[in-house]
DNA sequence: ATTGCTGCAAACGATTTGCATGAGG
DNA sequence: CCTCATGCAAATCGTTTGCAGCAAT
């Protein structure tokens, strides 16, 4: 699936993937489970990508590490990372759960093109208002929200008015 | 699942049912399908409730009416009315299809408790206008949004204090 | 008559789980 | 050592599809 960058963040430093290391490990002690090297490979195959990642394509990319490690753990491992805030699911309308990392990411969101899947991220501070006052309004303790635009891209556009239905 | 009202719309009137049927027949007409008393059966089970029904949902109340309506039939139908703008798809975050009328409804969207599962419908205009400014920037057409709110409602968090984890 | 519709059962794809084996604390 | 993690295969869930008979145009 494409991926039009509207932002360019450096790929992610060495500095960082310690970082995120140390949280999810962190994480691990907390809740009694065990560091491995499984799933300190998907956490950096994770982070190495800026991608909006299905299960399969983030399994690829880990398999490239270690031809050994299986699907399941990638599931798995994905669920620990959004436990502890590494990650996070971004429904797209297409019935596949994706992921984006979460960590050191100002607030964004998506537009989705309904033609062909590729998407924009943007940000808007005045969504995360938005959160908020909505939040005290009816007394939610709010977490999060999501916020997606579908529609169709300029490309996409061009190809129809081309070769019109 | 619960369902806090915070608008009190009356409920759909005869009116209302038969233009949303008058909607749906044009829609079949110009498409070439067939008017059957199934589909009518499912939209009216569908407008007859407020809630972001799943089709498992809808499929028992069609049942009530007419208990020879399967399975199939709902999904289809629910594609069917999405098509013509009666219902669109609301995904709340459980892997779960869910949709809600959307004739004559202004634009809403939702907070999800993230413990219980029950959710406020709440209006914001501002989001809109979003939709349209960022669809301009990026150059998008853009023809709808999801806007949804997580997080832990205040019956839940009573609770939560009362039995503490 | 022709074409689409229905309900069933089977197929499907994404995700989850049971289990025997292997590795971390 | 004891517990959890892993990978596989099988199970499961929601959803879709093929098909034979039925109904609307």
């Known amino acids: 699936m494409l991926q039009k960058r509207i932002d360019d963040q ?12 140390d949280i999810l490990h962190r994480h691990l002690k907390r809740v009694g489970l065990k560091q491995t ?29 270690d031809a050994s490690i299986g699907y399941t753990t ?3 491992t994905l669920k620990l990372l959004a436990e502890c805030g590494l990650a996070s699911e971004v429904a797209f309308h ?14 964004h969101h998506h537009m989705v093109c309904t033609e062909c899947g590729s998407s924009v991220e943007f940000f808007s501070p005045e969504v ?6 909505i939040g005290r309004r009816y007394h939610y303790a709010t977490t999060r929200h999501t916020f997606q635009i579908y529609g169709v891209c300029e490309d996409c556009r061009k190809k129809n008015s081309t070769r019109p239905a």
Chains 1, 2 share one sequence.
Do not use: C, W
């Open 128 to 133: 995360s208002q938005l959160e908020q006052e």
């Open 37 to 65: 090297a499984q799933r300190d490979t998907i956490l950096r195959s994770f982070l190495e990508t800026r991608d909006h990642l299905s299960t399969d394509e983030l399994h690829r990319l880990v398999q490239k590490k």
């Open 94 to 107: 297409d019935g596949i759960a994706r992921y984006e990392h979460q960590y050191n990411r100002r607030s």
């Open 10 to 21: 450096p790929s992610i430093s060495r500095e960082m993937v310690r970082e995120a290391q």
């Open 74 to 76: 990638v599931y798995r």
